[in-house]
């Protein structure tokens, strides 16, 4: 069973656009949604996390939003550049339990 | 500060041989994890370690996989003996508090 779902698959954005991946979740004790960038040959690197009593998180160009009532939160990338093609994958934590299950990833990629 | 250590990053076995790999994660850092990150897929948790004690490893494949954590520090992740499935990336990574996960760069394990 997977618990968070995530999408699209892939994501193709022109530079100076907006970049918006999607994910549902299932569990509700779940209480952390981390977002995290990979780029080739590496290891995924925390961009930004959310906890579930605020709806909204901005950090410069990245922001998430988040539903609890729908189960849902995504992450908003605004004016993407070149240097924001990656992989992208949302997760999701029981910080309690101390798990977390990651969604399968976007991959990205801005056009110059 | 020194990030989170894989060794080795590469390895390529037949099937039925039997490989280990090492994860030196960051100081200080209580917490280890072990991911398998499957192409095209998310990482997916297979051991996690609270200084030397077992967490969850309710998803390794124990008759295959093994892992330990001597003094809390540094981690072996063994795979004896190895199926062509289970050619994938394993991800380590280690976290203070049970929040952000610092992960290494992975070893990309191929069984031939």
């Known amino acids: 069973q997977q618990q968070v779902k995530q999408s699209p698959q892939s994501l193709i954005v022109q530079k100076g656009g907006i970049s918006i991946i999607n994910c549902a979740y299932e569990n509700t004790a779940f209480d952390y949604f981390p977002w995290y960038q990979q780029f080739p040959g590496k290891g995924p690197a925390l961009l930004i996390a959310i906890r579930p009593d605020v709806s909204e998180k901005k950090e410069g160009r990245f922001t998430i939003s988040f539903n609890k009532s729908a189960k849902q939160f995504s992450l908003h990338i605004m004016d993407s550049q070149p240097g924001d093609s990656a992989t992208y994958f949302c997760?999701?934590?029981?910080?309690?339990?101390?798990?977390?299950?990651f969604g399968d990833g976007t991959t990205l990629t801005v056009k110059p | 500060e020194a990030g989170v250590a894989q060794s080795p990053r590469y390895k390529i076995i037949e099937k039925r041989q039997s490989v280990a790999f090492w994860c030196n994660p960051i100081s200080g850092h209580a917490t280890l994890y072990w991911y398998q990150q499957i192409l095209g897929q998310g990482p997916k948790l297979l051991i996690q370690f609270q200084n030397n004690g077992v967490v969850d490893d309710s998803q390794l494949p124990k008759d295959r996989f093994s892992a330990e954590r001597l003094k809390g520090v540094d981690s072996t992740l063994k795979i004896q003996p190895a199926k062509l499935e289970d050619s994938a990336v394993y991800l380590c990574?280690?976290?203070?508090?049970?929040?952000?996960?610092?992960f290494g760069p992975g070893t990309r394990l191929t069984v031939l």
């Open positions: 990574a280690s976290s203070f508090l049970p929040y952000e996960q610092f």
């Open positions: 997760a999701a934590q029981d910080t309690n339990a101390g798990k977390s299950t």
